[in-house]
């Protein structure tokens, strides 16, 4: 079965500090993989989209990078947090049942910038 | 615009039904998607409708698919407490899809 791994789960972060995010699918092959934003008690942004190794499409240009080095890996980056980077990040891969839209998320990472 | 609106907030009583209602504006052929999403938890795929269907049941969950009017809505029927949630609606938009802002569900004793 397939399962998706999302680490941290909590961070806590100075203003100007880099970032990390690491996200790993299994149990499945040349997936989308998605990465959103959630601020508190909002909906889902979308942030970056990866239909294959290396290729990235940006939804939104902000301080934020993402890399997918691997075909199962995503990754979330900033080299200088901003305060307004806090949020929960959420990690998703999808479309390898044909149906659009059909997403299976992480668990997410709360991030705070301080 | 939002291309996927839901209200953000209902309120119901424990063993009533719920309705959560979503309007959408693209008219593409393809799947509607009702994601719950439970405090500091990521999203949980609930269902999904194709777009020719008008209506389809999974146990206590009930989809109904107004294709004219672009409006889904999501029934829950005996409503319990561990049904406390945000649910979203996910929608066409171009090649890809979009969530709506989320609907939080209160479930009173």
Known sequence: ?114 | GEDVEQSLFLSVREGDSSVINCTYTDSSSTYLYWYKQEPGAGLQLLTYIFSNMDMKQDQRLTVLLNKKDKHLSLRIADTQTGDSAIYFCAGPYGQNFVFGPGTRLSVLP
């Open chain 1, 1 to 114: 079965s397939q399962t998706i791994h999302q680490w941290p789960a909590t961070l806590v972060q100075p203003v100007g500090s880099p970032l990390s995010l690491e996200c790993t699918v299994e149990g499945t092959s040349n997936p989308n993989l998605y990465w959103y934003r959630q601020a508190a008690g909002r909906g889902l942004q979308l942030l970056f989209y990866s239909v294959g190794i290396g290729q990235i499409s940006s939804e939104v240009p902000q301080n934020l990078s993402a890399s997918r080095p691997q075909d199962r890996q995503f990754i979330l980056s900033s080299k200088k947090l901003l305060l307004s980077d806090s949020g929960f990040y959420l990690c998703a891969w999808g479309g390898t049942s044909g149906r659009t839209g059909e997403l299976f998320f992480g668990e997410g990472s709360r991030l705070t910038v301080l």
